[in-house]
């Protein structure tokens, strides 16, 4: 069939108006409530001592602050991080408390000590007195320790103080986690990156599905979206784009964990080698979207609230931070 002119003209202002609607909405459903990227790295090589982490030969190794984040294309505006310390230098738990203090953008910083050091409580208590410090990240490693010496209650300092831990490590991990979590049933725990798992389009891997169970089955445990794309890339290839190649693993942790205890993280920049802001972003807003009207808000904000208790801070006056 032949389209003439004025058939066209009409189609085409048809579909820029559905565009406009589109973007009214999309507008409209990103100033609804905040949303809090929980899992972001901020470090600065030019500094006089450098930096542990990343090397040198890293496609990282930059200077990462705030305001690049702020510049990044996004699907929905982030309007706050929590940002998580990659460095084991204990001074640099301060470097980022310094640059939270300066740039209200940063709604918490989740720090790194060594529960296994002699003076862990002391450096809880010191930092803790800081109410942007939120909570501290340990490895499934450090885990593993705690629990097989029976001095898991080590971490009972974080509890005292109203914090959180983050835990990261391989598929093991929920399993893990879930064992620590009845030893620490006072203390709000979070699973970093879903734990690691190798995300293809096989079926999750049993093991991982279980483990995910085991910890979801302790209601102090939250599970942390983040890592998603880098755990589909392989071969330092960009990772899938479409929701479906995630959409196995995500029910599963959705499905256990429930709408309440799923947390919104990108890992950036670890992610940009795998996807851009706007991708990732986009996979897990559209996902949780399905999931009913309210999810997107408690997955992007609210859940995040409801584990480190962060505060609200006023919009950053410059990105010259």
Not at 2 to 23: D, G
Not at 125 to 142: H, K
Not at 221 to 231: I, M, Q, R, W
Not at 242 to 262: C, G, I
Request: aromatic letters at 8%; charged letters at 20%.
């Amino acid at each position: 069939m032949s389209m003439n002119r004025r058939n066209f003209l009409q189609m085409s202002a048809a579909t820029v108006a559905a565009a406009a609607v589109q973007t009214e909405l999309q507008a409209g459903v990103s100033a609804a409530f905040p949303v809090i990227d929980c899992h972001t790295h901020f470090y600065d090589p030019g500094r006089p001592q450098g930096v542990p982490w990343p090397g040198r030969d890293s496609s990282l190794y930059r200077t990462v602050l705030p305001a690049d984040l702020r510049r990044l294309p996004q699907h929905l505006p982030v309007t706050g991080t929590i940002v998580v310390e990659a460095s084991s230098w204990l001074e640099d738990n301060d470097w980022l408390l310094e640059l939270a203090q300066r740039d209200p953008f940063i709604v918490g910083v989740v720090g790194n000590l060594n529960p296994e050091s002699t003076d862990f409580g002391l450096q809880v208590r010191r930092l803790s007195a800081n109410p942007l410090f939120r909570g501290i990240r340990i490895s499934a490693r450090q885990v593993g320790v705690l629990l097989e010496q029976g001095r898991s209650g080590v971490l009972g300092v974080l509890s005292d103080h109203d914090l959180a831990l983050d835990v990261n490590g391989g598929p093991e991990t929920p399993e893990l986690l879930s064992r620590l979590a009845k030893h620490q049933p006072q203390l709000r725990m979070i699973l970093n990156h879903l734990g690691n798992p190798a995300i293809t389009r096989d079926p999750p891997p049993a093991a991982w599905a279980s483990g995910i169970r085991a910890a979801a089955a302790c209601g102090n445990v939250f599970c942390k979206v983040s890592a998603l794309v880098e755990g589909a890339a392989r071969d330092g290839g960009r990772a899938p784009e479409q929701l479906d190649f995630y959409r196995p693993y995500l029910d599963v942790v959705w499905d256990a964990f429930s709408d309440r205890r799923v947390i919104y993280g990108s890992n950036w920049p670890v992610c940009e080698r795998a996807a851009d802001y706007r991708v990732l972003q986009k996979l897990v807003a559209d996902y949780a979207t399905e999931r009913g009207p309210d999810v997107q808000q408690q997955f992007f904000a609210g859940n995040s609230k409801a584990v480190w208790k962060w505060a609200d801070r006023k919009p950053a006056a410059s990105d010259k931070l």
